[in-house]
């Protein structure tokens, strides 16, 4: 089993309710962690994914309400992309039209469709066509048929001046390989995964030169969590950043669902590794995940106070 790859994504939004609905009814997600950013917890933190919140299908928002746009530039991920069964691309762009997403006409990428869109506060997303992923389990909560759901990550793609430095930092230490060039665009995929490309394992840098740099803000990927299966894969990975690329990152953080620490890669995407324990039944049920706000130890002695000030979502 492949424990390479992308672990989560997370994001800014906007007004939270909107959020909730794009994601769980427009795209079927599921809801799996309704909790609060643990360093601002005025603020929620919403976790979507597939049944049980596995690694390479968590897509997570910190929403607010007044936050301003972000405007896409060098150093940050220009688009985050979901994997869709190769045949579902029609119903995909029907269901946007209904629902009046705005999206781009499919284009091939590397040999396949590829549907781009964005979602309610700005976020640049993207279908990817594969084949064969329709065979792997959905989840169902939304009106998504089983044979068109979306099944976990295809892929992120970083918009950089340079393609190489954070290459590096990918095949040495965060378990990828690069497997082909198009245009600007250069293909890294996780080692161990196949050329189907399991959830989440494949990385594209946009190799852009200069350009403006990013501005954060409404719709921006705030930063992008790779894998690491447990503690000592954690710290090897941390062990080879200091000592092969002169990187230091912060120590480690309890996250209650994971255990990370991040870092600035050269080409200034924020970056975290994070372990695949305990996941998101630690604190709660796989059948009730996501419907109660929970908060981390720490936390609960103030839970009315922070229940007070954050927007009902239901
Ligand atoms: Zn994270």
Excluded: C
Aim: hydrophobic share 40%.
């Amino acid at each position: 089993m492949n424990r390479n790859g992308i672990h989560h994504v997370t994001a800014i939004a906007g007004n939270a309710r909107r959020n909730v609905e794009f994601y769980t009814r427009t795209l079927g997600l599921r809801l799996v962690k309704k909790t609060v950013n643990f360093d601002d917890p005025g603020t929620y933190h919403f976790y979507y994914g597939d049944e049980v919140g596995s690694p390479g299908t968590i897509l997570t928002f910190f929403p607010w309400d007044h936050v301003a746009p972000g405007r896409l530039g060098i150093g940050e991920t220009q688009e985050t992309a979901f994997r869709v069964p190769e045949a579902s691309i029609g119903y995909w762009t029907h269901r946007f039209t209904d629902k009046g997403v705005a999206y781009q006409a499919p284009v091939k990428r590397f040999g396949q469709s590829v549907l781009s869109f964005k979602d309610p506060h700005g976020m640049r997303l993207a279908l990817v066509g594969v084949p064969g992923v329709e065979n792997e389990p959905a989840w169902l909560g939304a009106d998504v048929p089983a044979e068109h759901a979306i099944r976990g990550f295809h892929s992120v793609n970083l918009l950089l001046a340079e393609a190489a430095p954070t290459g590096a930092i990918l095949t040495d230490v965060l378990g990828f390989r690069e497997v082909g060039r198009e245009g600007s665009l250069v293909r890294f995929q996780a080692e161990g995964s196949d050329a189907g490309g399991q959830m989440g394992s494949i990385v594209d840098i946009h190799e852009a030169g200069g350009f403006l740099p990013a501005r954060m803000g409404g719709g921006s990927v705030h930063h992008i969590a790779f894998r690491a299966a447990d503690d000592a894969a954690e710290f090897e990975m941390v062990r080879k950043l200091q000592e092969n690329h002169g990187i230091r990152t912060t120590e480690q953080k309890d996250r209650n669902y994971f255990r990370s620490v991040y870092f600035r890669e050269p080409g200034h995407v924020l970056f975290e590794i994070a372990t695949d324990i305990p996941g998101f039944a630690a604190d709660e049920p796989v059948a009730h995940l996501g419907e109660a706000l929970k908060l981390p130890d720490f936390l609960e002695s103030r839970r009315a106070n922070i229940e007070a000030v954050l927007p009902d979502v239901a």
